[in-house]
Antibody, heavy 119, light 109 residues
């Protein structure tokens, strides 16, 4: 059974880069047919799909974040990562990693990690 | 960008039936938008319930069902249990972007 766990700094200064990693256990990130995803939930509870990377390496981003975001995979560590540049207070949120089968739903999810942008 | 709208709150009695809907600002929601439904309880991550309109995950209780209704995606809960009290979110796919609804707070009272 695949499980996901987010990790990274809980506090990032404005204008800096937010970097998070999602470690995949119980399965291989190289398995075909899966999208490795990042989603965030703002303090007011609004949810936003950030983007995902397909097992082939193709990336798909939310246009609202596309100029600042990058998602990558490290198959040697069975991890995928999120980088969000030039953060502001509006990027404060709980960040979730999740996976999506090509013809399935978004599951499983990590437990989420709160990232606060503040000086 | 597409705005997805859900009822902010609904109340249902235990044992009753309730339908939550998910509407799009750009027109009817169809199967081609692959509607998903999630449940979230306070302090927890989202729990997937339904994908691609009406497909249940192996853990989704039988009393939950997904459909399309009047140009919207719908989640119907039958024989509602007290533990169904939660926030419910829909997620739909438009032009390469997945968009969440604002959520429906379901109260079982």
């Amino acid at each position: 059974q695949v499980q996901l766990q987010e990790s990274g700094p809980g506090l990032v200064k404005p204008s800096q880069t937010l970097s998070l990693t999602c470690t995949v256990s119980g399965g291989s990130i190289s398995s075909g047919g899966y999208y490795w995803s990042w989603i965030r939930q703002h303090p007011g509870k609004g949810l936003e799909w950030i983007g995902y990377i397909y097992y082939s390496g193709s990336t798909y981003y939310n246009p609202s974040l596309k100029s600042r975001v990058s998602i990558s995979v490290d198959t040697s560590k069975n991890q995928f990562s999120l980088k969000l540049n030039f953060v502001t207070a509006a990027d404060t949120a709980v960040y979730y990693c999740a996976t999506k089968a090509r013809f399935g739903g978004f599951d499983p999810w990590g437990q989420g990690t709160l990232v606060t942008v503040s000086s | 960008q597409t705005v997805v709208t859900q009822e902010p709150s609904l109340t249902v009695s235990p044992g009753g039936t309730v339908t939550l809907t998910c509407a799009s600002s750009t027109g009817a929601v169809t199967s081609g938008n692959y509607p998903n439904w999630f449940q979230q309880k306070p302090g927890h991550a989202l729990r997937a319930l339904i994908y691609s309109t009406d497909n249940k995950h192996s853990w989704t209780p039988a009393r939950f069902s997904g459909s399309l209704l009047g140009g919207k995606a719908a989640l119907t809960l039958s024989a509602v249990q007290p533990e169904d009290e939660a926030e419910y979110y829909c997620l739909v796919y438009y032009d390469g972007v997945w968009v969440f609804g604002g959520g429906t707070k379901l109260t079982v009272l």
